[in-house]
């Protein structure tokens, strides 16, 4: 039953098992897919937010380049106007190459290209003269003739300058068309290093930590002003430097920082959001799994518990406080015949209370709540089955005391006690079968000393008739009417006391029903005084009877007692025999003893009373007990005579401790044994 109950609570707990896992694995899956969903687009926006900051500077570098490049343009125009004729050129020109650093040569040149003046810049060494000028004339007449077209200022593509030891410089020309009193007069030729132009017009703060270059649109690099730091990503953003006659690219570009997992700000609030839901998710499943391992263990608890309660024998019952029934176990059920569905819920009176007992019931109920003594080891009552038999039960009862401290009703266990009871039943039937053996054996020892006893009356009687014959046959010397009566009662003494002496035996033998009365301790003595005398004599033994004055009945069985009393005397008697030197000494007396009641709380049986006793003592002058002898004195057949049977003591103290009583036994002064007894003094009314 409790395997079953366990297998189905374990299946169970195991469906429940792998669901619930099913669904911490889903959430689980979700609450990553959501979180890294977050962490990507956190990462997206910081880019495209860092992509469009990128752009902004760059479009914002080209806007400063260009008015840069138009400042360039003013100057160049102011040298023309300070500087008509060639010979005073050359001063202001090399002072603005001096101011300009990203202009790397000025020259002048008539309207047929031909070099009027030329100044090369002073931080640059051998511009000239490592390849022939002339080589690069296309350019810059590519730059004048757009400079005509557009009148104004404009600019030629860039070409690469070689210098010494394989380096060089990629250079731009800038033609600006001169005009003197409303005629052309030639071109002011402003050769400008590309990367002079990244250096001068640039601000650096916004190039910090950046690559920023200009490239050809194809992405071949043209200058360079710095170099983004090395990194696995990195952002750019190009914007085109539109300049009359020529267009640059210009790219600015910017790493993204080495990735670390949060590279921002965002992207790290979302990742310590996304840590902490996780904890919060794994606490979560610690605090589901501890209480799935609670539930679990709380199931197995219940099946063993109910397990356990389906295999006991004994009944078990629960009521509230209003005696309505709240459990009931199927031991119980089946003890009384009733479904548990019929009884849970029912009140007083109870459906097994026999009705006639109903009263009586309730009445020990109400006692019982008010008093709040519930015996520790239960009292007995008898049950009504369905079937209308009634069975006798020994109910223990406990209360009910639930988790706040608060009593809720009473559980009672509950023992059906009928096969205990056939068999005290059967032992106190075999107990009154040995007694009666035991009578009979007493019996059998004593007929001899009866048969000797019963001689002097009958011998008597005889001589009696024959005298009181002759007197009335012989004719001389009858007897006188006065004889002969005198002579006829001595025969009725005679069959009287013959008779006495048979009833005592006959009383004795007869097998009464045990009725206990309150008895006068004399009473016990005078019954079975004829037969000890008979023995006494025989023996040569003194019979001395010591009770104290006045002393009340006693409550007990009196043949049984007188049994008792007896088998003790004969005892006593047997262990003086004649021959034995206590005839010597003077001490051939028994003695039969009874003192005034004592109070004393003695249980026999574990049940405790106080009560007044009498204590019975017989005392011998014998040999007394050797402690081989005295240590089996009570086992039954035990015994040390030829003829003995070994009940005698046995008898004597399952009888005295039926009654409440002890039989035990001393040595007695200066020899001999003492046997002692008790019985309960009726000194008031009888207690069971
Ligand atoms: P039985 O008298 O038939 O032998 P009992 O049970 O009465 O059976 O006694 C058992 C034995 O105990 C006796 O055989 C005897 O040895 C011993 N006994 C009993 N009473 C006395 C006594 N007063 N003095 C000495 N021995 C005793």
């Known amino acids: 039953m409790k395997s079953q109950a366990a297998t189905s609570a374990g299946r169970w707990s195991e469906v429940l098992h792998s669901r619930r896992g099913w669904l911490w694995g889903a959430l689980l899956l979700l609450v990553s897919v959501l979180l890294s969903v977050l962490v990507f687009l956190a990462g997206e926006f910081e880019e495209a937010r860092d992509q469009a900051a990128l752009e902004r500077d760059a479009a914002s570098l080209v806007s400063d380049i260009r008015s840069e490049l138009v400042r360039n343009v003013q100057t160049l125009q102011a040298l023309h106007s300070v500087a008509p004729s060639a010979e005073r050129w050359a001063a202001p020109a090399d002072h603005l190459l001096i101011e300009h650093r990203e202009i790397v040569r000025v020259e002048w040149r008539s309207n047929s290209y031909r070099l009027l003046a030329q100044r090369d810049t002073p931080y640059l060494a051998s511009l000239v003269g490592h390849i022939e000028r002339d080589a690069f004339l296309p350019e810059v007449r590519q730059a004048c003739d757009n400079a005509v077209r557009l009148s104004g200022p404009a600019f030629s593509a860039s070409y690469f300058w070689p210098l010494s030891e394989g380096r060089g410089l990629e250079l731009m020309e800038m033609c600006l068309p001169l005009v003197r009193a409303g005629l052309p007069d030639g071109f002011l030729v402003a050769t400008h290093g590309l990367q002079g132009v990244l250096t001068e017009f640039t601000d650096k703060d916004l190039v910090r930590g950046r690559g920023l270059s200009f490239n050809e649109a194809d992405g071949t690099r043209l200058a360079i002003l710095s170099q983004a730091p090395e990194s696995v990503r990195s952002l750019n953003a190009q914007a085109l430097l539109d300049l009359p006659g020529h267009t640059l690219n210009l790219r600015l570009e910017a790493p993204l920082l080495p990735l670390g997992l949060f590279p921002n700000v965002l992207t790290a609030v979302v990742g310590v959001l996304s840590l902490a839901l996780l904890v919060v998710l794994a606490l979560l499943g610690r605090d589901m799994r501890l209480r799935q391992r609670a539930e679990l263990e709380v199931a197995e608890a219940l099946a063993f518990r109910k397990a356990m309660e389906n295999s006991l024998v ?139 006893e019963l001689n002097q009356p009958l011998a008597a009687i005889a001589s009696y008739a024959t005298g009181t014959l002759n007197l009335l046959e012989d004719g001389n010397n009858r007897g006188t009417p006065d004889e002969l009566r005198q002579a006829m009662r001595r025969i009725g003494e005679q069959a009287d006391r013959a008779g006495r002496v048979i009833k005592s035996v006959a009383d004795f033998v007869r097998r009464r029903e045990q009725t206990r009365e309150a008895v006068a301790p004399l009473d016990l003595v005078d019954a079975i005084a004829p037969l000890l005398s008979l023995q006494a004599k025989k023996l040569g033994i003194r019979l001395q009877i010591d009770f104290a004055p006045a002393l009340p009945p006693v409550w007990c069985d009196r043949t049984l007692i007188e049994q008792v009393l007896l088998n003790l005397a004969r005892n006593g008697m047997q262990a003086m025999p004649e021959g034995h030197p206590t005839l010597v000494s003077g001490l051939r007396v028994l003695r039969l ?96």
């Open 593 to 688: 003893a009874a003192t005034q009641p004592r109070l004393s709380a003695r249980g026999v049986g574990g049940s405790l009373s106080h009560k007044a006793w009498v204590e019975f003592s017989v005392t011998d002058h014998g040999e007394g007990l050797s402690d081989a002898v005295a240590s089996q004195l009570f086992t039954p057949f035990f015994t040390t005579k030829a003829e003995g049977m070994g009940l005698g003591l046995s008898l004597c103290r399952t009888v005295v401790e039926q009654h409440g009583g002890a039989l035990s036994f001393d040595p007695a002064l200066p020899r001999g044994t003492v046997f002692r007894f008790t019985l309960p003094a009726d000194v008031g009314p009888p207690v069971h």
């Open 314 to 452: 004994t009944g078990l019952r629960a009521r509230d406080m209003d005696g309505r029934i709240t459990y009931v176990n199927p031991a119980f059920c089946q003890m009384v015949g009733y479904s548990a569905e019929e009884l849970l819920g029912a009140g007083l009176p109870a459906p097994w209370w026999p009705p006639e007992r109903v009263d009586e019931y309730q009445h020990r109920r109400s006692l019982r709540l008010s008093g709040q003594n519930l015996p520790r080891e239960g009292y007995e009552s008898v049950f009504q089955r369905r079937d209308g038999t009634r069975f006798p039960v020994l109910i223990i009862e406990a209360p009910l005391i639930d988790a706040q401290g608060q009593q809720t009703g009473h559980m009672s266990a509950m023992l059906d006690i009928t096969e205990q009871r056939r068999i005290e039943d059967l032992n106190r039937a075999s107990q009154d079968r040995l007694q009666a053996t035991a009578r009979l054996t007493t019996v059998g020892e004593m007929a001899s000393l009866l048969s000797h």
